[in-house]
């Protein structure tokens, strides 16, 4: 399966650890998955680090070897613009030059699309539902579910 990660999952990956989005990366660095990139997304992840969450370079470049170091960096061949959000076009380029199976994302306006041309557009819950039977997967997620559910108990007692 090739899969196209969206900056946000990227992002969150980075910023929050023990996310599920590095179950997802576990999954493709054991081959369930192949990751694409390109240099576009990878410039507005490291934006939006800068920016949005004050990283300083050296992290930053950190994190970019290390989705490097995941991904296969592909250079689109071609120009879209579907989307208002130039940042989303660039993740549509991409997915369609690795000719990609799915692209994960929390953005809203690529998952109304649901689909660009034979690609899908998921969650990361949808694409780690994927793996649901995978032995790694199974105790995470279940574990992330039950911690959960145990926060929002204590909060409300």
């Given amino acids: 399966?090739?899969?196209?990660?969206?900056?946000?999952?990227?992002?969150?990956?980075?910023?929050?650890?023990?996310?599920?989005v590095e179950v997802a990366?576990?999954?493709?660095?054991?081959?369930?998955?192949?990751?694409?990139?390109?240099?576009?997304?990878?410039?507005?992840?490291?934006?939006?680090l800068r920016t949005k969450f004050h990283q300083v370079d050296e992290d930053v470049t950190v994190a970019l070897k290390l989705i490097g170091r995941a991904a296969t960096i592909v250079k689109p061949s071609v120009i879209i613009e579907v989307l208002e959000d130039i940042p989303d076009n660039r993740i549509l380029?991409?997915?369609?030059?690795?000719?990609?199976?799915?692209?994960?994302?929390?953005?809203r306006h690529l998952l109304r699309l649901k689909q660009f041309q034979d690609v899908a557009i998921v969650r990361m819950a949808d694409f780690l539902r994927l793996f649901q039977d995978d032995p790694i997967t199974t105790p995470i997620v279940r574990q992330r579910k039950r911690g959960r559910r145990g926060s929002k108990r204590r909060g409300t007692q």
């Fill in 25 to 48: 990366f576990l999954h493709v660095q054991r081959t369930h998955a192949t990751l694409f990139t390109a240099i576009p997304i990878l410039t507005e992840t490291a934006r939006v």
């Fill in 1 to 20: 399966m090739k899969v196209v990660f969206d900056t946000n999952v990227f992002v969150s990956a980075l910023i929050v650890p023990g996310s599920l």
């Fill in 93 to 107: 380029e991409c997915a369609l030059e690795a000719h990609a199976d799915l692209i994960v994302t929390g953005d």
